[in-house]
């Protein structure tokens, strides 16, 4: 079993939509959840980070965090075709460690 | 721009060549590191530099050789590659190695292929 899996789409929306972008991961020691966007030929940037469990909430972004289902969630209210990249989760903090684990990345386009 | 510059952008090389890649961040991090990034596949962490101090050697084939002369500068010396080497190679860096300070700020990658 993969320590974290992300289904790689790709996503394909109408602008406007909300879209619902998800990660399962196995080890229940991970203490932090990130989402990182990475456009084209760029490399990843970090797009929210949370602590643990719960919602973060960033502009048209929403991070959620459920330890007790070992699941994360990214939701863009009104996407916009600048939203169009790929998105990976990413955990660490296993037993205070450095180590963070990236999921495949999921390819979305948001259409114009 | 996130402060990480990498060079070349792209790279095609044989599989008898040496090649060097190169990283350099303006952040004034303390940690260094080596992803390779293929499709539809999770990031896989190469190595890990802190301080300038190797402290993650993830597994990595011989052929691929890190050096890290100083916090801002990380090289990835690259011979007798295989053809499955061809991939994304990303450096990023952060302040430093755990909790908070870990979020690491990513170059633009190396685009390899090996014939």
Redesign the interface.
């Known amino acids: 079993q ?1 320590e ?1 899996e ?1 289904d ?1 789409g790709p996503l394909s929306v109408p602008e406007g939509a909300i879209v619902s972008l998800n990660c399962t991961y196995s080890n229940s020691a991970f203490q ?1 959840f ?1 989402w990182y966007r990475q456009y084209s ?6 797009l929210m ?1 949370t ?1 643990s469990s719960g919602n973060k909430e960033d502009g048209r972004f929403t991070a959620q965090v459920d330890k007790s289902s070992k699941y994360i969630s990214l939701f863009i209210r009104d996407s916009q075709p600048s939203d169009s990249a790929t998105y ?1 989760c990413a955990m ?2 296993v037993g ?10 999921t390819r979305l386009f948001v259409k114009a | 721009e ?1 402060g ?1 510059t990498q060079t070349p952008r792209h790279l095609v090389m044989g599989m008898t060549n040496k090649k060097s890649l190169k990283c350099e961040q303006h952040l004034g991090h303390n ?1 260094m590191y080596w992803y390779k990034q293929s499709a ?4 896989e ?1 190469m190595f ?1 530099y802190s301080l300038e101090e190797r ?2 050697n993830n597994s990595v084939p011989s052929r691929f050789s890190p050096e890290c002369p100083n916090s801002s500068h990380l090289f990835l010396h690259l011979h007798t590659l295989q053809p499955e080497d061809s991939a994304l190679y ?1 450096c ?1 860096s952060s302040l430093g ?4 300070v ?8 190396t685009r390899l292929t090996v014939l």
């Open positions: 993969k974290v992300q790689p932090y990130m030929r760029k490399g990843p940037e970090l980070y602590y990976l660490s903090g205070g460690g450095f180590k963070t684990i990236f999921g495949a990345g | 996130t990480v940690a539809k596949k999770p990031l962490l890990v402290v993650e990303l990023a190695l755990a909790g908070l870990n979020e690491q700020f990513f170059g633009p990658g």
